[in-house]
């Protein structure tokens, strides 16, 4: 059984880079994508981007000039940096895993507990 | 662009419920559905349209193909009322904005 743990900055100031990182027990990170998706209070999910063991990554367009993804093999985690936050950024942020299941769709089939992340000055 | 219509519906415990959603363009079948409980992470219900994930009861079914999609709860348990989400992948991943799932 996969287990992703996550931890990470809560209170940021508007202009603060975030940082998140997520760790995935039980389940080698060969074959998956490794994935970072935001949810504002109340509102739907917005995927920010996606890293493979190979360390390429995939990052959503509209969020792509400030955010960073890397893996650390050996620990079995992955990173999130996002530069220069505004309270548009204010969300939960979950790690998830991009599966195999569908290798078109890779549905996310195991989630973080999620982390708040907060940008206020 | 996914349209999941309406935002919100109202059951009751053990009647059958079913959500929708819409693409505007094809998607074949590769559509998967999420359900999201207050507080919780999203869990995986669904996927390519009509596989029931790992552990998922069998309460729960999904149909469709191209561009319209159901996600059918046969009888409703009270932890089913929650918010579910779809979700598909063209360049990258995209969520529809969510049907909240009251009870009556």
């Known amino acids: 059984q996969v287990q992703l743990q996550q931890w990470g900055s809560g209170l940021l100031k508007p202009s603060e880079t975030l940082s998140l990182i997520c760790a995935a027990y039980?389940?080698?990170?060969?074959?998956?994508?490794w994935t970072w998706i935001r949810q504002p209070p109340g509102k739907g999910l917005e995927w920010i981007g996606e890293i493979n063991h190979n360390g390429v990554t995939n990052y959503n367009p509209s969020l792509k000039s400030r955010v960073a993804m890397s893996i650390d093999m050996p620990k079995n985690q992955f990173s999130l940096n996002l530069t220069s936050v505004t309270a548009a950024d204010t969300a939960v942020y979950y790690c998830a895993r991009g599966s195999r299941l569908s290798h078109v769709l890779l549905p996310f089939d195991f989630w973080g507990q999620g982390t708040l992340v907060a940008v206020s000055s | 662009v996914l349209t999941q219509s309406p935002a919100t519906v109202s059951f009751s415990p053990g009647e059958r419920a079913t959500l929708s959603c819409r693409a505007s363009?094809?998607?074949?079948?590769?559509l998967a559905w999420y359900q999201q409980r207050p507080a919780q992470a999203p869990r995986l219900l669904i996927y390519?349209?009509?596989k029931r994930a790992p552990g998922i009861p069998a309460r729960f079914s999904g149909s469709g193909s191209g561009t319209d999609f159901t996600l059918t709860i046969s009888s409703l348990e009270p932890d089913d009322f929650a918010v579910y989400f779809c979700q598909y992948r063209r360049a990258w991943p995209i969520f529809g904005q969510g049907t909240r799932l009251d009870i009556k």
């Open positions: 390519d349209a009509s």
């Open positions: 363009q094809s998607v074949s079948t590769y």
């Open positions: 039980g389940e080698s990170f060969v074959g998956h994508y």
